[in-house]
């Protein structure tokens, strides 16, 4: 799977912060403690990272990525209930806008860190 060490460490670097902050914090208090467990990994990381969204080589919008790590791997931080295919459309948009290969979607929900691992299509 495309870069699925990098990943690997990424998720594993969430469920870290699930397993010491646990659930019920704001997504920003999550995002600060990746921040941390991301860097401690030896991974580069960028937050906030604002991002234009081309068409045709021209800008048409912009859109501000939660994480972005290696400058690979958009990462989408949430803390809800439950991830919902908005939120999974929204990561492939960022991915075509981009041209990054590969999106997380990070929820820390009630019982668990729910995963979604999306790929830009070629």
Do not use: W
């Not at 990098?6 to 969430?14: D, F, M, N, P």
């Not at 604002?50 to 021209?58: D, E, F, I, P």
């Amino acid at each position: 799977m495309l870069h699925s060490e990098l990943t690997e460490k990424i998720i594993a670097c969430a469920y870290a912060v699930y397993n010491k902050m646990g659930y019920g914090f704001l997504e920003s208090v999550y995002e600060r403690c990746m921040l941390i467990e991301l860097a401690d990994a030896g991974l580069n990381v960028e937050a906030q990272k604002a991002l234009k969204v081309l068409y045709k080589g021209q800008v048409v919008g912009d859109f501000v990525a939660d994480v972005i790590v290696n400058d690979t791997v958009i990462v989408e931080l949430k803390s809800i209930s439950k991830i919902v295919k908005a939120h999974e459309i929204q990561l492939v948009n960022y991915l075509v806008s981009t041209g990054k290969p590969v999106g997380l979607i990070l929820n820390f929900a009630k019982n668990k860190v729910e995963v979604k691992r999306k790929v830009k299509e070629l």
